[in-house]
Structure formats: structure tokens, C-alpha cells
């Protein structure tokens, strides 16, 4: 290196180190978070990608970012109209949902009395919160997620035994998880009944005998079977599960409490136990709209066995989730069931402000954005086959290929991920929150000018 030779100027990691700016958030985030950004943005400036005097300002801002989202998981506006996307993380929370993840943060009287200093029950509040909202359900049991819930269940309640399942209800929900291979892996025979379209009353009554634990009836949440079809009701086998001093156990999949006009389909927790059912399983991140969780619902006798499963330490629900699924029980309508039951006129009004605010800003792309009827869809969360009318904004015959288009959203910032239909690329809000609605234009806009 000569004298000359500007790299010289790039300071040193104990200079930077001492400066007051970044000391302060060394103090927060960690020496080694800080040498380690400081040692980028020197390298960096040795590879002539940064000038010597930019050494500084380069990394407080990367300490920044840090200090404002310490993951690598970036924050994703989805204006995909799927409103429980799995890749997206299934619900958002509620913003009562977040409040109650920082208090729980800390220490917190979740398993313990702080009238008798004595340890009390885990999660009893939110276990209320779920008995208040399904008050047909004596007792209640909340677990990492329903996958769990299902295995705790045919663990306790049929290891070793049959359990009686409809061919109509192999489900797979997805990333080639199986629910016939879970149970199969928790030790129970599943006898299998039925065809694909069709069970009866009599495949069940001819399969129940001595080695009978229980009944399963899991809700196809993510397809339909249509057409010549037959499937025996939870009452119905409710009654047949009691004839053998059997219980009937009801995966529904979705997380629907008490029922919902625009999913009429979609079997809830309230209906299914009033029907008969002696236990109930259900995921809380997806109709529900809270956290991963697995929610369990039903006959205290069951429930207890349940939780005195050793398996039942393996899937205990962390105080977090706890937390944010009893506010989201307790608190106003979350983000998913407003998505849901968002008015289509809004919408319109949405997508047209958006389109307007494109146009006053790009003239020359008024021919190329238009604002279209496009279908809102449930997603991973259950209601197969439901289309829930709304608009988006479309964009297309650019210059700029849709492919690309789309690709420039995904890795802006904040990335936004947009629908690709043919050669249009679809923006649709209603998974988004409206008081990001100018957050999707900037995005938008960005992505457009190619300036990001
Ligand atoms: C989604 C789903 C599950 C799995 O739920 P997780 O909470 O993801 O474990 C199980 N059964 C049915 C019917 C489902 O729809």
C-alpha cells in the first residue's frame, strides 16, 4: 500500500469503536454484533465499494437497521389477497396480540399465585379467555401447534389401539406433511374406512370393535370433494363413538370459534363440540388470527389425560404464545378476521386512491394501471374453494416484464410480494393493513423507477 493510497484513511476498528455514536449501540446490541458490521463496512471500503470517509456513516447506518429489526426475518406486506399465507407466516397478530408478546417478555406470573406465592396453573387466563369463548367446552388445553395436539391426543387416547378415520380425510396440509403418517408415527393403528367420496355410517359400525380407542373426523381444510360424495356427520358419529364407549375426536383445522356467516362450510369449535364431539383440535395461527398454537377443547376427563401425558411437556405452549393468544382471544377483531370480512366497497376505494396516487406521480403509466375485480382467498387457513370478492390493482404491459416487476417488490424495502396473473402483476390490499396503503405506493413506485 503507498502513502498515497487512500484505503489508509479507513479507520481503524478501536477508533470506530470509540466513537460515543457507536459505542452507544455496541451497549445495546453486542460487541460482537458491532465488530462484526464494523468489519464488513471496513472491508468494504478496502474492496474501493465505499470511500475511506464513508467507513463510519456505513456502518452506524447497518447498526441502525439492526437496532430496528435485530433477525434476519424481514417484514413482508402482502398484497397477495391470500389472507393466511403459510410462507408468510399464517396470522398477523393484533396489535393487542403485540402489546401482550412485550409484557410477557419479561418475567411474568404465568405458572404461579401471587396472592398464595404458591405455583399455579400454566396459562389459566388464557385457558378462560378460551372457555369464555367456547363455553360449551369443559375444559380446554393449549399446545405448540394442532400437528401437536393431534399426536398428544392419539398418543393418550390410542397407542397401541385403532383408530377409526374416514378414507375421505387422509389430509395433507402441506410441505408433504401428512396427517395419516402423524398418527401412524404416534403408535396407533389407523383403520382406515370409506372410499375416497363416500363413507357411511355402516364402513364405521362395521370397523368398531374391541380394539377401537376412538374415532377421528378431520375437516378438509385445504381441498373439496365434490360431486357423488358422502360424509357421515359429527353427530352421527358421535353417536355411533358413544355406542362403543368411544370418544369422537374432531380435527377442524382451522380455528373457527363459533360460526361465521361467510364460511359456512367451515366447521367451528362451538357447533362441532353442540354436536356431539368429545374433543376438539385446532390451530390458533389460522382462521383464529393469533399465534401458532395448538388449541384443544372439550371433556375435562379427556383433557386431563391429556395434560398428564408426559408427551404433554414435549408441546407445552411457551408463555408468548400465551400471552398473545389470550389478547387475541380477549382483544377487537385481528388482522385476519378484518381481512376476511373486509367490505368490498372499501376496497375499491383502497385500490383506486392507490392507482390515483401512481397516476398523479407516473402520467404515463395511467394506461398501464387499472384497477380490476380480483377474488380474495382464505389461503392454508381452511375455506377451500371460498372466493371473497374484492379488486386490485393491476399493472401491466410495461417494458419492465411483470417477472421482474414482481421480483424489484419482493426485495425492496420493505418487501412487498405482490400476485402474477399471465403478464399482469396484481396488487391486492386486502391483507394489508390500510394504514399502509402510502407504503405500498412508495413501494410501488420504488420498484417502477427501479430506484431501490
Ligand atoms: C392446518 C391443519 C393442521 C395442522 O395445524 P398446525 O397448527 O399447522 O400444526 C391439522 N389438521 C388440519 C385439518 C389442518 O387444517
Not at 10 to 21: G, K, S
Request: net charge neutral; glycine share 10%.
Amino acid at each position: 500500500m503507498s502513502s498515497s493510497d487512500p484505503r489508509r484513511q479507513i479507520p481503524r476498528t478501536d477508533a470506530l469503536l470509540a466513537d460515543p455514536a457507536i459505542a452507544v449501540l455496541a451497549a445495546e446490541l453486542g460487541d460482537a454484533v458491532v465488530r462484526a458490521v464494523l468489519s464488513d463496512s471496513t472491508a468494504r471500503a478496502r474492496a474501493f465499494e465505499l470511500p475511506a470517509d464513508g467507513v463510519r456513516e456505513h456502518a452506524l447506518a447497518a447498526l441502525q437497521r439492526l437496532r430496528s429489526n435485530p433477525t434476519t426475518m424481514r417484514p413482508v406486506l402482502n398484497a397477495t389477497g391470500v389472507i393466511v399465507h403459510t410462507n408468510l407466516g399464517r396470522a398477523p397478530l393484533s396489535p393487542a396480540a403485540v402489546a401482550a408478546l412485550v409484557v410477557a417478555a419479561g418475567y411474568v406470573d404465568v405458572e404461579f399465585d401471587l396472592t398464595s406465592g404458591l405455583r399455579a396453573d400454566r396459562g389459566r387466563g388464557t385457558l378462560a379467555a378460551l372457555l369464555a369463548a367456547v363455553p360449551g367446552a369443559e375444559a380446554a388445553l393449549v399446545v405448540n401447534n394442532a400437528a401437536g395436539a393431534l399426536s398428544l391426543a392419539t398418543t393418550a387416547l390410542a397407542q397401541g389401539r385403532e383408530l377409526i378415520v374416514s378414507r375421505g380425510e387422509l389430509v395433507e396440509i402441506g410441505d408433504g406433511f401428512r396427517i395419516p403418517d402423524l398418527i401412524a408415527s404416534t403408535g396407533v393403528v389407523l383403520r382406515e374406512v370409506g372410499t375416497t367420496n363416500r363413507t357411511h355410517p355402516g364402513d364405521y359400525e362395521a370397523a368398531l370393535g374391541p380394539a377401537s380407542a376412538a374415532i377421528l373426523k378431520v375437516h378438509p381444510s385445504n381441498y373439496r370433494v365434490q360431486g357423488f360424495t358422502r360424509e357421515v356427520a359429527i353427530a352421527e358419529c358421535a353417536r355411533l363413538a358413544r355406542g362403543h364407549g368411544i370418544p369422537l375426536i374432531a380435527d377442524i383445522g382451522s380455528g373457527v370459534l363459533r360460526p361465521d356467516p361467510l364460511l359456512p362450510q367451515e366447521p367451528d369449535a362451538a357447533r362441532t363440540l353442540a354436536d356431539g364431539a368429545d374433543l376438539v383440535i385446532c390451530s390458533g395461527d389460522k382462521l383464529l388470527g393469533g399465534p401458532q398454537a395448538g388449541l384443544l377443547l372439550g371433556r375435562s376427563e379427556l383433557i386431563q389425560r391429556l395434560r398428564r401425558h408426559p408427551l404433554a411437556r414435549a408441546f407445552r405452549a411457551d408463555k408468548l404464545t400465551l400471552a398473545a393468544l389470550e389478547a387475541t382471544l380477549r382483544g377487537p377483531r385481528p388482522p385476519v378476521g378484518q381481512a376476511l370480512h373486509s367490505d368490498p366497497v372499501e376496497l375499491a376505494r383502497r385500490t383506486e386512491a392507490l392507482r390515483a396516487g401512481l397516476v398523479a406521480a407516473r402520467p404515463d403509466l395511467a394506461d398501464h394501471a387499472k384497477v380490476v375485480p380480483a377474488d380474495g382467498a382464505i389461503g392454508g387457513g381452511g375455506g377451500p374453494g371460498v372466493a371473497l370478492p374484492g379488486w386490485a390493482l393491476s399493472v401491466s404491459g410495461l417494458p419492465l416484464p411483470a417477472q421482474v416487476l414482481s421480483a424489484r417488490l419482493r426485495t425492496g424495502t420493505p418487501a412487498l410480494v405482490a400476485r402474477n396473473d399471465g403478464g399482469c402483476t396484481l396488487i391486492d390490499l386486502r391483507a394489508v393493513p390500510a394504514a399502509e396503503d402510502a407504503v405500498v405506493l412508495a413501494c410501488l413506485q420504488a420498484a417502477l423507477a427501479g430506484d431501490h
